[in-house]
C-alpha cells in the first residue's frame, strides 16, 4: 500500500467519493482500483463544523473489508479528538483534521500517530499557514483547502494559489516531507497548474467522477500533474 513515508516523484491522485454514487460504494472502490488509483478521499461532515452531513466510522469500516487502497479520510468536524479511535479502528490509513477545529492540535496529532495512522492538517482558505508551520515536522501532510469546505462542485478560490507556493517553500526551507495536499475545484485543467506551484497530492470529486470511465480520467488527471511535476509524458 503507497504510504507517505517519502515524496514520490509523481504526484499522488485521491479522488474524493463524495461525488460517487454512494448506493453502489463497493463497486466504485473497486473501479478506482482497477483504474490504477492507490488513494481513496473521504469526506466526513457533521453539520456543525460545515453546513453538510455525510458518513462516518461505520461505512468506513464496512468499505475496509472490500478494498486495500490508501484510505484518506478528511475530517470536517468539530472537536475531532473525540472520534480518532473510532477512526483508527475503522481502518483510516490517513487522518486529517482542521486546525480551525481542534483546539490543542499538537495533541490531536501525537494522538492520530500513536493510534497507527498517518496524520494530516487542513487549513480553511483564509486560514494563515502560521497554524502548521511550527508543527511541520510533526506532520505527515497538510491539506490547503481551495474551497470553503462543506461541498463538492464548487469554484476554485485564486488566492489559494498563493498559499499553496508560500507552504511548498516553507516545506522545503524546513527539510520537512510533509505533503502538501490540495482540495476543492481541483480539475483536469488546473492539476498540471497546482502542481507545478507546489502541491503533492490532488483531491478530485465532481471533475473525476463526473467523467468516467475512470481509468481514462486517471490518465488525464495523469498527465497533466507530471507535466506540472516537469516529468517527461
Ligand atoms: C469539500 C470536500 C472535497 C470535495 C471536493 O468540502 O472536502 O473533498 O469533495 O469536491 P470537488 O472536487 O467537486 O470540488
Ligand atoms: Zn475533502
Sequence with gaps: MSGLD??????????????????RLGEELEALKDAGLEWVHWDVMDGMFVPNITLGPPIIKKARKRSDLFFDVHLMIEKPERYLE???????DLLVVHAEASLHLERTISEIKRLGMKAGVALNPHTPLDHVHYLLPELDLVLIMTVNPGFGGQS???????????LAQ?????????????????TAENAGELVSLGADCLVSGSAFFGHPPYAERHQTFRRAMDMGAGIAV
Design 6 to 23: 517519502r515524496k514520490r516523484p509523481s504526484p499522488i491522485l485521491s479522488p474524493s467519493l463524495l461525488s460517487s454514487d454512494f448506493s
Design 170 to 186: 516553507e516545506v522545503a526551507r524546513r527539510s520537512a516531507d510533509t505533503i502538501i495536499q490540495v482540495d476543492g475545484g481541483v
Design 156 to 166: 476554485f478560490i485564486e488566492f489559494t494559489k498563493e498559499k499553496i507556493r508560500d
Design 86 to 92: 473510532e477512526f483508527a479502528d475503522a481502518g483510516s
